[in-house]
């Protein structure tokens, strides 16, 4: 969890430079995290599900091998089932609410498979804050969190979720 320095608390909460419910949210799914964790015994590994919002443009499997390449630096396991949301014009405004993979994700967690859902950032989720605020509540209730790539992961090497252009082999030599 980020620990901001006492200049920055404001309201009991880090100020995370976004309005004071946003960051309330953003402090809230930082302290799950950090309470789950604390929780699981060391001898057990963390097991996540990673979930993947396919955007126009968005290579959902090398978005789902990028979460468990960081997941794997946590030393996380990641669960076998991966979630791909393929949202046609429900990204286009206005926003769908709707997320069915999202929701088959929730499932493994309530069924106590995994402990978290990884997914790339924020804009992942649901839209509204209200929604992200219900997510967060149910995860609580099943003593599990949401995991967000660190910012520095999507930089480095850049996240660009487009397949690699296959080589071109001359021919005769394949």
């Keep these: 969890m980020e620990a901001g320095p006492p200049d920055e608390m404001k309201g ?24 789950v964790l604390a929780a ?5 590994q963390v097991r996540v599900a990673t979930y993947v919002l396919a955007e126009p443009g968005v290579d959902p499997e090398a978005a789902h091998a990028y979460l468990a390449q960081f997941a794997e630096t946590r030393n996380w396991r990641v669960h076998s089932t991966l979630f791909t949301e393929r949202p046609a014009a429900s990204i286009a405004p206005p926003r769908d609410m709707r997320r069915p993979e999202l929701t ?6 309530r069924r106590g498979v995994v402990d978290s859902i990884l997914t790339t950032n924020y804009q992942a989720l649901p839209p509204n804050s209200t929604s992200y605020e219900h997510l967060l509540g149910q995860l609580d209730l ?7 790539l660190p910012p520095g992961w999507l930089q480095q090497p850049p996240l660009l979720l487009h397949p690699p252009h296959p080589i071109a082999t001359p021919k005769g030599t394949a």
């Design 12 to 35: 009991g909460w880090p100020d995370y430079g976004q309005p004071p419910f946003e960051a309330w949210l953003t402090h809230r799914r930082q302290t799950s995290e950090t309470n």
């Design 104 to 109: 088959r994700a929730c499932g493994t967690v």
């Design 142 to 148: 099943w003593r599990a969190f949401i995991a967000f």
């Design 40 to 44: 699981i015994p060391p001898s057990r």
